[in-house]
């Protein structure tokens, strides 16, 4: 069983530093010096690669000091403490930064961790995954592929049908009833 996980682990692993790369070479590309012009310029460029680029200062304005230290400092809130590791509502989890839906509540599940935790993500090019050795672990960081939020962790022991455990903090989720929805998916419904 040991040997299935580590195999898995290593699989993520590749995959996520595989689909890191593009990302960070974009970066470079995007953000040579951070000085405040190129700032703004990236700022008013920000839809032209389908990525939302925002300065820190338009970050804190926009979010909660727990939402900012989790999202943009990839912090983590305190276990039992977020609006949703206990929340059964119907719909859909959105990027608090960006809104770009992220997760199904059809695939949350109750992983008594005291964070939301889902087996999937509700396509896979929302998230990038990237490897994350801080804390003296290894683990596989998940944010928002749209706005490089920090989101939380995925797991190999998560249940079926992935096996997976997407382990995500509550400050950077956003809600939206099935109900409400009224973006992208009404056509054709
Ligand atoms: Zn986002």
């Not at 990236?42 to 000091?65: C, F, I, N, Y």
């Not at 998940?142 to 382990?167: I, Q």
Request: aromatic letters at 8%; glycine letters at 8%; a negative charge.
């Amino acid at each position: 069983m040991k040997v299935i996980l580590l195999g898995l682990c290593l699989t993520i692993g590749c995959t996520a530093l595989a689909c890191q790369q593009q990302p960070d070479q974009e970066r470079m590309q995007d953000q040579p010096q951070m000085g405040t012009a190129s700032l703004q310029a990236a700022t008013a460029d920000s839809a032209r690669d389908g990525r939302l680029h925002k300065t820190e200062e338009e970050w804190r304005a926009q979010l909660t000091e727990m939402q900012y230290y989790v999202t943009r400092q990839a912090g983590t809130e305190r276990a039992f403490t977020g609006a949703y590791w206990d929340h059964k509502e119907d719909g859909v989890y959105n990027c608090v930064c960006c809104g770009q839906h992220l997760f199904d509540s059809k695939t949350k599940f109750k992983s008594g961790t005291g964070w939301p935790s889902f087996y999937e993500a509700v396509t896979a090019p929302a998230i990038t995954e990237k490897a994350d050795n801080s804390h003296f672990m290894l683990r596989i960081e998940v944010l928002c592929s749209r706005c490089d939020a920090h989101l939380g962790h995925v797991f190999p022991d998560g249940p079926e049908p992935t096996g997976l455990r997407y382990c995500i903090n509550s400050a950077s989720l956003d809600f939206e009833a099935r109900g409400e929805m009224q973006s992208d998916h009404k056509e054709g419904g």
